[in-house]
């Protein structure tokens, strides 16, 4: 079975500061890490090739610095690891980079699987996972916290979606997102992580998944979303109200309230 996980590296949340001019996270203002969520879907995917075997692949998007995230993933478990980097996926949005990523998986040949965690730390959308589906043109389920069967042809999922746990059967090649509740990603040993410095990492670049596409897909020009204005909201100045009274007097009290504040008609 071929297995793909997307990994992202990202700021060190507690630490990085927020740049209020540019809109954006000051990236350089803290270390950098493995996404949290990156790391389950990772296990994940290791726990599949104990079962089933076949080949773990991890892709990450970003600077030359996300090698780091990429031997990572090889000491937890991933056979091999692409990094796509170009100054022309730079300020991509969700969807720009989904389109990158999927080029990637595309660009690969035949696959079975995609994992990716449920979300990112830094972006915290929740939205690259299902867009990169949509990009290949597979079946996807989001929240996954059980992986409950898994063959050649399909995988049986639960997924859970606000208060409702949902069991579903996608025929594979599929991609899922997976929660932080679905295992607990093993630590890689001194071994692994000398045979992750050892093993060799293809780096992309954006002519080699831009062949059959213009640049108006990749990067801040790929990118339609923008941000306009980040600022902290001003206090509304609420204030509590007590009311007493018979249940009669107060029920009038209230509804003299909601019709003053236009709530009842």
Sequence with gaps: MKIIVLIKQVPEIEKVKFDYEKGRLDRSSAGAETNPFD?????????????????????????????????????????????????????????????????????????DLVICGEKTVDGDTAQVGPEVAEFLGIPHAAYVEEIRQINEDSIIVVARMERNRYIMKLKLPALITVTKDINNPRLPTLRDKLRAMRTPITVWRYADLSESTGPQYFGLEGSPTRVVRVYTPTSEGRRGQAISGTPEEVAQKIAHILKENKILD
Excluded at 54 to 66: D, E, K, L, N
Excluded at 89 to 98: E, I, N, P, S, V
């Design 39 to 111: 790391l389950n879907a990772l296990e994940a995917a290791v726990q599949i090739k104990e079962k089933v075997g076949g080949s773990i692949t991890a892709i990450s998007m970003g600077p030359m610095q996300a090698m780091e995230a990429l031997r990572d993933a090889i000491a937890r478990g991933a056979d091999e690891a692409i990094l796509l980097s170009d100054e022309k996926f730079a300020g991509a949005d969700t969807l720009a980079t989904a389109y990158t990523l999927a080029a990637a998986i595309k660009k690969m040949g035949k696959f």
